[in-house]
C-alpha cells in the first residue's frame, strides 16, 4: 500500500521523519525500499538522507520480520541472571540466533537492551508482551504456544 | 467494609500475571469496583492486590486468579498478605513516588484528589522568577545523571527574550537495568507534567516535548492520556499563555539520551551529539534556547512548590537533597523501586530494604553502562553525588544492580562495553575505535587468552577515551573497565595468569564435572543436553559441551558442577 495513505495526519515537515518512519513500520512491518523512495518524496529530501536516519536507529527494520517477534533482554539485570542462556534456549527452540528470521516467517529474534522489567529476570517480550523469570520450560512452553497459534491461523 | 480493589498493572506486574488477575477479578467480583493503578515499587511481589477498606489498606502479594486467592483477598484472609519489611518502612522515605501505585494513572480526578495541580496553581500565583528561586533554593539537582542544578538551568532559560523557547523532558531511560523513569510515567503520568507545566510558567517556555523510550509503550499510552485531559481540562493554559505539549516516541538509539543527540532526533535527524557549547540553552531544537530536564528531576518540582524549599531541603545531605529513587534489580530478594533520602548508605539500600544477605554480594553497578563497581567494602558510602564520583561510580538515572559472589566482574565489564561500543554513534574515534579495543581486550580475557599486556592496555587506553570523546557516552565508556580494574583487579589477574575464572562464569575457562558418587544414573543429563555432549555412560566431552548448564538443571541429586578447566 502507498504510504502516503498513513502519513495523512503527519506534517510534512521534516522533524516528523522519524514518527513516519515508526507509523510505516508499524503498518507494513518494515521499511521497504520502496516505502523508503516514497518517503524521502513525501518528505522532500534525497532517499540517502531517509536511509541514513533508518539505519541510525535500533528500531527500523529493512526486511520482512517473522510473524511473532521475540525480544531477548540483553539488559544489566537479565544478563547477569542469565541471558544468554535464555537466546541459547530460543535457539534451540526456533533453529534461530538473534537477529534473523525463520524460513516458515513465524518467528524473529532480537536482543534488546532492558525491558524495564528488571526485577522479574530474565525477561523476553514476544510482540511486546513480556515473560518474565524465564526458564529452559518456561521458555519452551510459551514459544510453543505461539507456534501453535501461528499454525492455527 | 472494603471500598475497593486495586490490582497493579504497571509493566512488571503485567509481566508477572498481572493482566490474567485483573481480568479475573473483574468477572468475579461485584459487588466492588476494581481498577487497575501502578507500581508501588514492590516488584518482587507481583501480582500485587490491595484491598483498601474504610480505615486502611491490605496487601496481597503473588496473586493468581484463581478462587481460592479471590476469597482469600475478599476476606481479607492472611494467606498471601504482604506485611512490609519494618527495615524498609524506616528506610524509606516515600515523596516523589508517594503516589505510585496508589492511584488510578489516568484518572486526573483522582491525581487532583490527592492533592494533585495544587503545586501548579501556587506557582501560577508566583512570580516566574520566584519559582526559579525557589528551585534553586531547594537544591534540585538533575536526577538524569549528571546532577546540574535543575534551577540554574531554568534560569538560563528564563533570562532569553525569544519567542519560542522549548522545554524537553528526558524519558529516554537508557540504562539498561533502570526503570524508576518508566514506572513514573506509568505510574504517575500527571505529576510529571505538572513539573513540566510549573517549569514553562517558571522559565516563558512555549511548548514542551516529552521524549520516551519506544520500549516503554505503556508509559507512552499514560502519558498521551494524561495530555488529552490537559488540553481538554485547558490546565495548559498558563496565566493565559498556552503551552504546546507533544509526545515523541524514541527508535532504539542509546545515544539519543545525550542532550544535543535528544535535540538532533526531535528535529527528525541522525541521532549525533554534537559539541558544546553552545549549550541547548543558547541553541537547542530548531535553534530555539532549550532546557532538557530528567523525568524524575520533573517529577520533584510539585514537592518542591507545595512544601517549599526550605522543607524540601532538610532531606539529604550537603551538596544532594531531597530524595532519589533506584531500580534494584539483580542478586537479591527484595527487587523493586525505592525511594530514599540522599545520605542514605548503599549497604542500607542493599542488605536492609533489598534484603540481600550480608557475605553474598561482592559489589553493586550504579549508573549502568556509565558507572561504576562499588565493592562490598565500600558499602558504607552515602549515596550522594560527589560521594560516588570519588569512588569512580556515579549516581547515574538510579540503576542499582546487586552482583553476587557468583558473577565474574572481568565478564561484567565485557558486558557493558560490548553495549556501550555498539552504541556509540561513531563519530569520535576514540569512542568508535578506542571502545572496540577495549572489548577485544576483555574478550581476549574472558576467553582466556589475555595475558599482563592486555591489562596494561586497558589501564592506558580507558582514560586516553575519556579524554578523548566529545559526549558523556564516550567519556563515560571505559568507567566499568576502570573501576572494577581498581576494585577486582585479582579477578583480571586471575583470568590471565592463572587462566581460571573465580567466579567459574567465564565458559572457555570451565568444564563440566560429572560426580559419579553422587550420580544416580537417572540419564535425565543424556536426554536433556542440547548439543548430545553427554555419552551414554555418562561422561562429557569438554569438546561440544556448550557450557549451557541444562544438565546442571534437570539433575535431581546435584551431581553436576562447573569446576575450573583442567588442562591438557
Ligand atoms: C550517552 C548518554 C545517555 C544519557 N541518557 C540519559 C537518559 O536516559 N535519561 C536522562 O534523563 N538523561 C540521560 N543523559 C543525560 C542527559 O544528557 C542530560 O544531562 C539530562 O537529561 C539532563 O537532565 P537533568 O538535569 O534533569 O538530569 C544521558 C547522557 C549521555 C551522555
Ligand atoms: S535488564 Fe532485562 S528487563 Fe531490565
Not at chain 1, 25 to 34: R, T, V
Not at chain 2, 10 to 31: F, P
Not at chain 2, 61 to 66: C, G, Q, Y
Not at chain 2, 190 to 212: D, N, P, R
Request: charged share 25%; proline share 4%; with cysteine.
Amino acid at each position: 500500500m502507498p504510504v502516503a495513505t498513513y502519513l495523512k495526519e503527519i506534517d510534512k515537515d521534516s522533524s516528523n521523519l522519524i514518527k513516519a518512519l515508526q507509523t510505516v513500520q508499524k503498518h507494513e512491518g518494515f521499511i521497504s525500499d520502496e516505502n523508503l523512495k516514497e518517503l524521502a518524496e513525501y518528505f522532500s529530501m534525497p532517499p540517502v538522507e531517509v536511509e541514513g536516519v533508518v539505519s541510525f536507529y535500533a528500531q527500523f527494520k529493512r526486511s520482512k520480520p517473522g510473524q511473532f517477534i521475540i525480544s531477548v533482554c540483553d539488559g544489566t539485570a537479565c544478563h547477569i541472571k542469565g541471558s544468554d542462556l535464555v537466546k541459547n534456549w530460543i535457539t534451540e527452540e526456533t533453529g534461530i540466533e538473534s537477529g534473523e528470521t525463520d524460513d516458515e516467517g513465524v518467528f524473529s529474534v532480537e536482543t534488546v537492551a532492558c525491558l524495564g522489567c528488571c526485577s522479574l529476570a530474565p525477561v523476553m517480550a514476544v510482540n511486546g508482551k513480556v515473560h518474565g523469570n524465564l526458564s529452559r520450560k518456561k521458555v519452551q512452553k510459551t514459544l510453543r504456544q505461539y507456534r501453535e497459534e501461528a499454525h492455527n491461523d | 467494609m472494603i471500598k475497593r480493589i486495586k490490582v497493579g498493572t504497571a509493566s512488571c506486574g503485567i509481566a508477572a500475571g498481572a493482566d490474567e488477575v485483573y481480568d479475573y477479578l473483574s468477572k468475579n467480583v461485584t459487588d466492588h469496583d476494581v481498577v487497575e493503578v501502578g507500581c508501588i515499587g514492590h516488584c518482587y511481589a507481583e501480582p500485587l492486590v490491595e484491598v483498601e477498606t474504610e480505615d486502611r489498606s491490605y496487601f496481597f502479594e503473588n496473586v493468581e486468579p484463581t478462587e481460592e486467592d479471590l476469597k482469600n483477598i475478599l476476606d481479607v484472609g492472611e494467606e498471601k498478605r504482604l506485611t512490609f519489611r519494618k527495615e524498609r518502612k524506616d528506610k524509606e522515605l516515600l515523596k516523589v513516588s508517594r503516589l505510585a501505585g496508589r492511584i488510578v494513572p489516568t484518572s486526573l480526578q483522582e491525581y487532583k484528589e490527592n492533592g494533585g495541580y495544587q503545586a501548579l496553581e501556587k506557582a501560577l500565583e508566583m512570580d516566574p522568577d520566584n519559582v526559579v528561586e525557589e528551585v534553586k533554593n531547594s537544591g534540585l539537582r538533575g536526577r538524569g545523571g549528571g546532577g546540574f542544578p535543575t534551577g540554574i538551568k531554568w534560569g538560563l532559560l528564563a533570562a532569553k527574550e525569544d519567542e519560542t523557547k522549548i522545554l524537553i523532558c528526558n524519558a529516554d531511560e537508557g540504562d539498561p537495568g533502570a526503570f524508576m523513569d518508566k514506572s513514573l510515567m506509568e505510574c504517575v503520568p500527571h505529576q510529571v507534567m505538572e513539573g513540566m507545566l510549573i517549569a514553562a510558567h517558571a522559565t516563558g517556555a512555549s511548548e514542551v516535548f516529552i521524549y520516551v523510550r519506544a520500549e516503554y509503550p505503556r508509559a507512552i499510552e499514560h502519558l498521551t492520556t494524561a495530555i488529552d485531559q490537559i488540553i481538554e481540562n485547558k490546565i495548559n493554559v498558563l496565566n493565559g499563555k498556552e503551552i504546546g505539549i507533544q509526545v515523541k516516541e524514541g527508535a532504539g538509539a542509546f545515544v539519543c539520551g545525550e542532550e544535543t543527540a535528544m535535540i538532533h532526533s526531535l528535529e527528525g535527524k541522525r541521532g549525533m551529539p554534537r559539541f558544546r557549547p553552545p549549550y541547548p540553552t543558547d541553541d537547542g531544537y530548531k535553534g530555539h534556547p532549550t532546557v532538557i530536564n530528567n523525568v524524575e528531576s520533573y517529577a520533584n518540582v510539585p514537592v518542591i512548590i507545595s512544601e517549599g524549599a526550605d522543607e524540601y531541603s532538610k532531606v539529604g545531605t550537603e551538596g544532594s537533597k531531597g530524595t532519589k529513587l533506584f531500580a534494584l534489580a539483580g542478586d537479591l530478594e527484595y527487587t523493586g523501586i525505592v525511594e530514599v533520602p540522599m545520605g542514605i548508605t548503599i549497604g542500607e539500600i542493599v542488605y536492609d530494604i533489598g534484603g540481600a544477605e550480608k557475605g553474598s554480594v561482592k559489589a553493586v553497578q550504579i549508573g549502568g553502562p556509565s558507572g561504576g563497581c562499588i565493592p562490598a567494602k565500600h558499602f558504607d558510602t552515602p549515596v550522594d553525588y560527589d560521594s560516588l564520583n570519588s569512588l569512580g561510580a556515579i549516581m547515574g538515572s538510579g540503576g542499582l544492580i546487586v552482583i553476587g559472589n557468583n558473577r565474574c566482574m572481568v565478564e561484567t565489564a565485557r558486558y557493558f562495553l560490548d553495549f556501550t561500543a555498539r552504541e556509540s554513534c561513531g563519530k569520535c574515534t576514540f569512542c568508535r575505535v578506542g571502545n572496540m579495543r577495549l572489548l577485544e581486550t576483555l574478550e581476549r580475557i574472558t576467553k582466556g587468552n589475555g595475558t599482563q599486556a592486555d591489562i596494561d592496555l586497558l589501564e592506558d587506553l580507558g582514560p586516553k577515551i575519556v579524554d578523548g570523546s566529545l559526549c558523556g557516552l564516550g567519556q563515560t565508556a571505559p568507567n566499568p573497565v576502570l573501576s572494577t580494574l581498581r576494585f577486582f583487579k585479582d579477578e583480571y589477574k586471575a583470568h590471565v595468569e592463572d587462566k581460571v575464572c573465580p567466579a567459574l562464569v567465564c565458559n572457555d575457562l570451565v568444564e563440566i564435572e560429572i560426580d559419579h558418587d553422587t550420580c544416580i544414573e537417572c540419564m535425565a543429563c543424556v536426554k536433556t543436553c542440547p548439543v548430545d555432549a553427554i555419552s551414554d555412560d555418562i561422561e562429557v566431552d569438554v569438546d561440544t559441551c556448550t557450557r549451557c548448564n541444562s544438565c546442571i538443571e534437570v539433575c535431581p541429586v546435584d551431581a553436576i558442577s562447573r569446576i575450573p578447566l583442567r588442562g591438557e
